[in-house]
């Protein structure tokens, strides 16, 4: 069980597969509103959506799926990646909390599965390291804007912080 000792264990019962995960990507997303309201739609089976983690504006983690299962964030990226969801909104940058828990979130990933390595992804299909929803197009669910541009920018930010860590 790869369970994040930094996150508030919120485990889901729904809207997961058990098992089958080889994380060597850390995905990025937005949340498109608030920590409790995503919270609270990944516990509804109807959402069949859901994340491995939630990061709020303050920095408080949130772990909804062990990282050894397959969490649904990411389409076709569900068996090889850890969904990592941020409260707010598309267009918006994550804050100074935010950078801080993502890096070492990131830190922790690459010590618990050293096949997620730290350096920032640019290929969706065959990379490693730190990446974003968007950049997986249809194969990944088609969101081009998620997480938005502001955070795109933000990622090498998040590496150079996990480096140090």
């Not at 994040?4 to 509103?33: C, D």
């Not at 920590?35 to 772990?63: C, E, Y």
């Not at 299962?69 to 990646?81: I, K, M, R, V």
Request: with cysteine.
């Amino acid at each position: 069980m790869s369970v994040y000792p930094g996150a508030e264990q919120r485990l889901l019962t729904v809207n997961f597969k058990v098992g089958g995960n080889s994380p060597r990507l850390m995905i990025e997303h937005i949340m498109q509103g608030s920590l409790d309201g995503t919270d609270a739609w990944f516990r509804n089976p109807a959402s069949q959506v859901s994340a491995h983690f939630g990061v709020g504006k303050d920095g408080r983690i949130i772990q909804w799926v062990d990282t050894a299962d397959q969490a649904w964030h990411a389409a076709g990226a569900n068996s090889y990646s850890v969904g990592v969801e941020h409260e707010g909104f598309s267009g918006s940058p994550l804050t100074d909390a935010q950078l801080d828990a993502d890096a070492e979130l990131l830190s922790w990933l690459h010590e618990q599965h050293p096949d997620v390595a730290l350096w920032q992804n640019t290929r969706p299909f065959t990379g490693r390291g730190l990446s974003w929803h968007g950049l997986g197009g249809v194969e990944w669910g088609n969101h081009p804007n998620c997480p938005g541009a502001p955070i795109v920018h933000q990622l090498s930010e998040i590496v150079r912080v996990a480096e140090v860590l």
